[in-house]
């Protein structure tokens, strides 16, 4: 039964891991929208290049919050009651951002839409995207720290804005808005891949020194080492983050942007892992009291439903691999001004 519950902790960890890595790149795309795309050819070009793929990158946040509700249902009711708040932010967000996103698209292929529509769409995009990316920041910064859960939830919901929680929001956003930059590096050509390199260079700096202050942060301000001291092999699930991140600055020097990319990917990841590792077999740690955290072992599934759900797992997550790999592949090649469709994306 044990080993069954480790490895659906595993699994949940991946597949919010694979969330990250696959829809942290259209977050980055999104808060980049308004800065970088300066002119509406470029603001069109951004969008084709986040269209085919923003809404299929979104089943992976679906798999985790159907993982997290069958195969550990405790957890699933913890998070989403004692983190409510942010949680329904994510969901407004990404409300807001699937409707501008479309109606932007359709907007500019009408001569009459007005131009203070098209603003007011570039802000509900940037606002879709910085949201949920803050507010995933907070949730697992608090969730790697510890919350102050009690028998009946949180306790006091202003305690989930400490230190180390909005620390960890800001990593993730410059995380996702340098994953942004480099896929729209590589997706693009002309004035808009100079203006996302050049931002991509820069982002790098603050991602290298955030990550260093996360592992600083992370050793003093929660136990999440206490597992990679017991096991000291664990490390290398920080060294891979760490070198990827050093990669991703080698591949820019040569504008190999698809390269750095997939070292970002891989960096966010292990980012992510670094805090799953770090946490088992707690999955909503409690500072109050040891005997309040949920754990893998007290909060998952009978035997039997998780015996059946891997089998599903087993059968659907491959599927949609596959499906995404024939999707970036369909969609590998730049975007320039001569794609630019009558009816967008």
């Not at 699930?237 to 020097?253: A, D, G, M, T």
């Amino acid at each position: 039964m044990e080993l069954l519950q480790s490895i659906w902790f595993y699994l949940w960890g991946l597949l919010w891991a694979v969330f990250f890595m696959t829809e942290g790149f259209d977050f980055g795309i999104g808060m980049l929208y308004p800065f970088l795309g300066k002119d509406e050819k470029d603001k069109e070009i951004m969008l084709h290049v986040l269209g085919p793929t923003w809404n299929g990158n979104e089943v992976w946040l679906i798999s985790a919050a159907g993982v997290t509700f069958a195969a550990f249902p405790a957890v699933y009711s913890v998070m989403f009651s004692s983190l409510y708040c942010p949680i329904m932010l994510i969901l407004f967000a990404l409300i807001l951002r699937g409707v501008s996103l479309e109606f932007q698209t359709h907007s500019r292929v009408e001569t009459h839409s007005r131009a203070s529509l098209h603003t007011i769409w570039d802000g509900c995009i940037f606002l879709g995207s910085f949201i949920p990316t803050i507010s995933f920041g907070l949730i697992f910064g608090n969730i790697f720290k510890g919350l102050e859960l009690d028998k009946n939830g949180l306790i006091n919901i202003s305690s989930i804005f400490n230190p180390y929680a909005i620390f960890t929001s800001f990593f993730f956003l410059v995380l996702f808005l340098n994953h942004g930059a480099l896929w729209l590096s590589f997706r693009t050509e002309g004035e808009i891949n100079k203006k996302s390199a050049k931002a991509a260079n820069i982002l790098w700096v603050i991602v290298f020194i955030g990550f260093i202050l996360f592992l600083v942060s992370t050793k003093l301000l929660t136990p999440l080492y206490q597992n990679f001291i017991s096991k000291p092999l664990l490390h290398i699930v920080v060294i891979i983050p760490f070198l990827s991140i050093l990669l991703i600055k080698r591949f820019l020097n040569k504008e190999d942007f698809f390269k750095a990319w997939l070292c970002s990917s891989v960096a966010i990841i292990g980012f992510t892992f670094i805090g799953i590792i770090g946490l088992y077999p707690n999955m909503m740690p409690s500072v109050i009291d040891p005997s309040y955290t949920l754990t893998a072992f007290n909060s998952s599934s009978s035997l039997f439903t998780l015996k059946i759900m891997f089998g599903v797992v087993a059968l659907f997550v491959p599927t949609v691999i596959s499906y995404q790999i024939w999707s970036y592949t369909l969609f590998k090649d730049k975007v320039t001004k001569k794609d630019l469709g009558e009816f967008g994306y």
